[in-house]
């Protein structure tokens, strides 16, 4: 069957083509049992050109881009169920070249603006859109800002860059400053909000947020700032991610709702191996900040790891319980 076709029947069977109440209604000749919608009327239908050409091009920009777009988000949760490093940069390959590169499609602030202003775009031809805002909101309720930490093209690029970066270059800010300094992405999005609804310019997206990148168009300006944030990135990891992201604000803001979150042992107490591990600032002795975490899952890989996990090397070294004796 070929992809016109294919669409036309999922059309169909949606109710998309025939309107319910037409039918309901007997065939003209009065013949009860015939079909109110044969393949022979779908063939006609297909005759028209008009109406093949319409399909045939819903099939290619629609199709494509809703298998696209459920592959990367589907290998995102797959690597993030396996807790695997290996599968982990897979899925930061997949979000940078398609999600970046190929569709430039990242969840951004215009986003945010048009959620607010109640301006969806239509349904039927926006599903990729809709798939990726759907699964953004509903992972960040389950899990946390996994979004952030494994689908955001930007985000998994800064992550990639961090790991072909000498370490010696790097600067880790003290944890009481980084505390003060994640809060700069709370007030970037608080202003640029405002700075929208009072003038209707969403281009302010251009200066606050790099995604753009991704479609190698900018001015000098905006050229010049994104050299500089790369160059910052490099010094100080995740710079833009934990610092200075509106959409990580948001859904840092949406993170407090987490369902899923990262458990903790009681010798998390006085343990700082995870709170060392973890490259996003999230950990504060045995708190998680929900905020701040992206759900990189290091710290869900130590937690787990018997070798290294100060609640499991305790156990192990726990006299085993005598059999009583005869
Ligand atoms: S904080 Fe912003 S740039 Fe970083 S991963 Fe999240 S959405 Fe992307
Ligand atoms: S190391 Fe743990 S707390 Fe830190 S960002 Fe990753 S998952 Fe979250």
Redesign the pocket.
């Known amino acids: 069957m070929s992809a016109v076709r294919i669409v036309a029947v999922l059309a169909l069977a949606a109710g998309l083509l025939v309107p319910p109440t037409a039918a309901a209604q007997p065939a003209p000749d009065g013949d009860a049992d015939q079909p109110e919608f044969s393949l022979e009327d779908l063939d006609a239908l297909l005759e028209e050109d008009e109406l093949k050409e319409s399909v045939a091009s819903l099939s290619a920009a629609e199709i494509g881009d809703i298998v696209g777009m459920a592959l990367v988000l589907g290998f995102a949760v797959f690597s993030f169920t396996r807790k695997s490093v290996p599968l982990k940069y897979v899925s930061f390959a997949g979000s940078i070249a398609y999600l970046g590169f190929y569709k430039s499609n990242l969840v951004s602030i215009v986003n945010i603006f048009a959620i607010l202003e109640g301006n969806f775009p239509d349904v039927r031809h926006s599903i990729p859109w809709y798939l990726l805002i759907g699964f953004t909101t509903v992972s960040t309720v389950l899990w ?1 800002r996994l979004y952030c ?1 494994r689908i955001c093209a930007f985000g998994a690029f800064t992550q990639l860059l961090d790991r072909v970066m000498p370490a010696r270059l790097r600067f880790d800010p003290p944890a009481s400053l980084d505390r003060r300094l994640a809060y700069i992405k709370y007030v970037i999005l608080g202003v640029v909000l405002l700075y929208f609804f009072a003038s209707g310019d969403f281009l302010v997206y251009r200066y606050v947020e790099p995604f753009w990148m991704f479609t190698l168009s900018g001015n000098v300006l905006m050229w010049t700032l994104l050299g500089t944030l790369l160059l910052a990135t490099i010094l100080v990891r995740n710079l833009y991610c934990r610092y200075l992201c509106s959409v990580g604000a948001a859904l840092g803001l949406i993170s407090n709702l987490t369902v899923f979150k ?1 458990k903790r042992w009681t010798e998390c107490q006085g343990c700082k191996i ?1 709170e060392k ?4 600032g ?2 504060d002795g045995p708190k ?2 929900l905020a ?9 890989r130590l937690y787990d790891d018997e070798e290294k996990c100060v609640h499991w090397l305790i156990l192990r070294k726990k006299p085993k319980a005598q059999p009583a004796s005869s």
Do not use: F, K, L, N
């Open positions: 946390g930490g990262i995870c591990a973890c490259e996003w999230a950990i998680i900040s701040e975490c992206v759900r990189c899952d290091d710290c869900e």
